[in-house]
Each structure stands twice: as C-alpha cells, then as structure tokens.
C-alpha cells in the first residue's frame, strides 16, 4: 500500500520510514497494482487507444493521463499519480513541463535521446537456450524497441531470472560500441539502452559465480 506522511510525503507501507508514524492511506495494495498496470500500458504500450497524443520521443499529457486514469477508476484522484511515481524504486517515469514518460518499456514506436553511457562495461542476461544463436548474430529487441541491459552483472542477474533459472550473463564492450559510433544511453541508474548488439561487442561470458565477483 502507499501512504502519506504530512512531513516526509509518500511512502510504501503504514509507518514512514523517517519518522515511524502511521501515515495516511493513500492507495491499496490493489489499487496501486492495478493504477501502475494501467500507467505502464499508456506509456508504453497503447497510447493511441486512450486518445493519448504520445510525442515521438514519448511525452504524454500529464493532465491527459489522469484523466484516462479517472475514467478507469471511479477512485482515481490526481494526486495518485504523483504517490505512485514518488515511491517508484526502479525509476520507470518522468515528469518535465505538465508532461510524463516512460524512462523505458517501449513496444510503441519512440525516438529517446538520453545522456550516453560512461561507463566502460553494460551487461545482459539470457538463458542457456539462447547463447548460441546470441553469439552468432547478436541481440536484437523482440517486444521491445530497444534492448535494455544492466550496468552491473547482479542486476542483469536478477532481471533474467525472472526468465530463467540458469541466466549466462553477456559482458558488453559499451565503451567499443559508442567509439563505434553505436548509441548507448543511459536510461537511469540501473537501465541502459540502445538499439541493438552485434555479437562482435560481446566481450565475455559470465557464469554465475563470475558475475557475483564482478
């Protein structure tokens, strides 16, 4: 559930985590579930069957996304959408100018233009199934339309594992890849993207016990 404290705003639970009073409830653990579904699949998926006018590089209405909010959920208030972007730990949105988007997920059709990665190395995970056509002719997005790979190998771990229960994980050349002219942004702290990997920037394969030594 996501509460409010007078003082330290929006939080996940009953108690805020700063003061240890109980907050004010603000949305169900159902009702948050279901309102972040619903802001997932505008900002990425289906803007076009909400009325949603999305610009190429992913910017929607602010206003006009509550008010889709609202005609889905009689309990819709504005004031959810901000709770629910304040406690989102993995950064999903964005808001800038009356405006929101996604940072990442895309199936629609965008143009992002994020700050490029510094970094030296980026990592992705995959199951043993896929390690020999991967190596052979790269990674490609198949629902998505860029690949997304980690910065460090636990988290591209974790991702994987969602998929797998073996995840090899693919130890990028990102600093050969932008030398090669090849975009690699940086999404947010955890979350890199760009459009696709020639298997020619894979430097190494990670085991398990490699990546958690990383």
């Not at 619903?38 to 900002?43: P, W, Y």
């Not at 206003?63 to 730990?89: F, G, H, I, P, T």
């Not at 980690?150 to 594992?161: C, L, M, N, Q, R």
């Amino acid at each position: 559930m996501i509460s409010h404290c007078e003082e330290h705003g929006y939080f996940k639970g009953e108690d805020c985590p700063c003061c240890h009073e109980p907050g004010s409830a603000v949305l169900t653990d159902e009702q948050e579930d279901r309102l972040g579904r619903f802001v997932s699949g505008a900002l990425r998926h289906f803007p076009d069957k909400l009325g949603l006018s999305m610009y190429p590089d992913g910017w929607v209405s602010f206003n006009a996304l509550a008010s889709s909010c609202a005609r889905k959920y009689r309990w819709m208030k504005k004031e959810y959408m901000y709770a629910l972007l304040d406690v989102d730990d993995k950064e999903r949105y964005e808001i800038s100018g009356g405006k929101i988007r996604a940072r990442y997920g895309h199936s629609v059709d965008v143009v992002l233009n994020y700050p490029e990665y510094e970094g030296e190395f980026i990592y992705y995970g995959i199951s043993p199934e896929e390690e020999d056509i991967i190596l052979e002719s790269g990674v490609i997005p198949v629902r998505q339309k860029y690949v997304h790979l980690s910065t460090d190998p636990e988290k591209a771990y974790e991702v994987a594992s969602v998929h797998t229960e073996r995840p090899i994980i693919l130890k990028i050349d990102a600093d050969r890849m932008i030398r090669d002219h090849y975009k690699v942004m940086r999404a947010n702290d955890h979350i890199v993207l760009t459009k696709s990997i020639p298997p020619e920037y894979i430097s190494e394969i990670l085991e398990v016990e490699d990546a958690d030594a990383e």
